[in-house]
């Protein structure tokens, strides 16, 4: 859910060894005797990202780093051993902060898209093969160890951001076996996760593959399979029991897209975490960007799908009415928010409205039936945000339905 915080760029590496490994002395180094072959891979190179950029992506914002990152690609392709403090810090770290998440968005929806089509999902798995091999990342007690550790956390944190960007990268995350991997990391530490003794190190870990399954099945609910053959509906209700909420709610809400019609009574969750996800809202709602200033800056689009996820369960939809959601989704529908916010929103209020003990709340709530029906007469229009959703004559349309839907279904 959401994109890495800034502050994993920042992590201390006082401890660990800070020479260049001889690995890495030798790969960049380019003998003399090499330079016109390298040349010729330069040119080869320029043509694979030509060819990329006449794909359906669209790389227009990115165009001049594309060189750069293609560059940074094939020296981690080449890598034997990433527990280095350099490779951590100037390559997977730099990566996954190419560009800033919150403030260049655009470009981070590009950089994912692009990162997609070049495989960083087979980079990924190559990096959790060859650091497990070698170190024991789950008890780390040497510095190698640690490294180890965080390695894949840095690798992990690339997938964490071009997740939350990018429908193709999650796809990619999907084909390539990574659901399965990430659910067995979080299988290793399930013993760890609802242990009272803490390790920064490991809660980073933790916290980035839990934030990262959020984000691979929300944005692409196709992946949902991968979760469940892999087990994911009985681990995830174990994570459920964590002290930590902001964690519980990554666990909780990624349940939500993989469980069955059978299985909804799993997500039927207690006032505390409703209360929690109710601050995380209002936070976004309230911000200039729709972002939400506690925890983690999740979007509010996120969080209005999660909660309708949630809301799928009865007693979640009393819960959610309750603890005071109303007033928000409303402030959702106004035209100064864009057709995708609105959407979610009115459908957020579809659902809730199909408990008996909500359907009077939601047509007194003050302003709602109005916006509703204001939403319905106009042609929506689609604001200047940050966080740009483009939306065609189809998804208005769609918006409208719904909108005189809930209208009728509420009033009468």
Known sequence: MGCAPSSARTVSLNNAPSTKSEQETEQTAVPAGKVKKENEKDKKKALEIRDLEDTESDYSLIKTDLETITTLMDFLKGLENYATVEVIDDKLRRLSFFYDPI?????????????????????????????????????????????????????????????????????????????????EELEKLRDYAVTPVRDQYRDMYLRSLLATTHNVIRNCHDNRGYFRDAGAVQLLQHYLGMDKILYRSYALLTLSFVVNDDENDKINTGTENVEFFMGMLQSAVESENHRSQKESPFHVTELVAGMTKLAVNDANKVKFVEQGVLPHLVKLLKPDCIIKEQRLAATALWTL??????????????GCVEALEKLQQSRIRNSERPVKVHCGKSEIKKSKALSRRLCQGVVT
């Open 353 to 366: 409205a199909f408990h008996d003990d909500n359907k009077n709340k939601i047509k007194n709530e003050e």
């Open 103 to 183: 403030q260049e968005e655009a470009k981070s929806k590009q950089l994912a898209d692009f990162l997609a089509d070049i495989n960083y999902p087979d980079l990924y798995m190559k990096i959790q093969r060859q650091v497990h091999k070698s170190y024991d990342v789950f008890h780390w007690k040497s510095r190698e160890d640690l490294l180890g550790l965080l390695a894949v956390y840095s690798a992990t944190s690339v997938l964490w951001n071009t997740c939350d960007a990018s429908a193709k990268m999650c796809k990619k995350v999907g084909e390539a076996g990574i659901v399965e991997v990430i659910i």
